[in-house]
């Protein structure tokens, strides 16, 4: 984009660009896109247009979707030599849904929200779809941002929920007394439940994933539908959350990667 932009020219445009990586490869209209960056549409179409100009989208000419640019793959490819963890990643959760028959994935922690990095599908015919690669959730919304922000240290929890008001978009589950509680059960037994609060039906589990500063960078996730995910089971994939997110924080650890 030629010119000097000023930050929230930057943050329009960042957020347009999250927002058309969260679709996955489906490709996204410009009014979605408006909507789900909180943009006026004539806003973001010139944004788009600026950053179609410089590689980093990509219109359709028939459809008129959008899709991320192929300038964004040059520089996520030398990215990927600092930041990427998925082929330490990929084994774990290869074994994590042999062994449950479950969907696993990792996602990784970008500011207030986290973004799904990799998944495996499960054996189990039914799954949830509401995670998918690409998609973000702030802090303390699905099982991989409750696990997360869990782990987090008290005053930035309190920060965090002090300026955060999720139940505006996620609903009433998602109060500051309510996410209280789930991180408090979090603590206590390592790893949570998302118990359809996104979709109904549609549960989760998840546990944290640490750096070789035993900071919660990452979590593992366990996807399904509410019959695989009954009260009598959560102990057992707890246990098996654990064990491979405390695998995979080894490895990392030892490995020397960055967060």
């Known amino acids: 984009m030629s010119g000097e932009l000023n930050p929230s020219v930057l943050g329009r445009a960042a957020s347009l660009l999250r927002a058309l990586a969260a679709s996955g490869d489906v490709g996204v209209s410009t009014s979605d896109l408006a909507r789900r960056s909180d943009l006026a549409r004539p806003t973001a179409h010139r944004l788009l247009c600026s950053l179609a100009g410089e590689g980093f989208v990509d219109r359709d000419a028939n459809s008129g979707l959008w899709f991320l640019g192929p300038e964004l793959f040059l520089m996520g490819s030398l990215a990927a030599e600092r930041y990427d963890i998925t082929d330490v990643a990929r084994p774990v959760l290869r074994e994590l849904a042999r062994e449950t028959g479950e969907s696993a994935f990792l996602s990784a922690r970008r500011g207030d929200e986290t973004v799904c990095l990799v998944g495996e599908e499960g054996s189990f015919p039914l799954r949830s779809h509401v995670l998918h690669v690409g998609i973000r959730f702030p ?44 991180i408090a059960m979090t603590r206590e037994t390592g790893w949570c439940v998302n118990p359809g609060l996104l979709v109904e ?33 959560h102990d057992a994939l707890g246990a098996l959350l654990l064990r491979y997110a405390h695998e995979l924080s080894s490895t990392l650890s030892h490995r020397g990667s960055k967060p």
């Open 201 to 233: 039906g549609s549960w989760g589990m998840g546990a944290a994933v640490f750096d070789r500063r035993a900071e919660p960078r990452w979590a593992l996730s366990l996807t399904g539908v509410e019959s695989r995910f009954r009260a009598e089971r």
């Open 139 to 182: 802090l303390g919304v699905a099982s991989a941002g409750l696990a997360i922000l869990a782990h987090q240290p008290d005053h930035d929890i309190e920060d965090y929920l002090g300026r955060t008001d999720l139940s505006a978009q996620w609903g009433a589950h998602h109060t500051r007394d309510e996410l209280a509680q789930r």
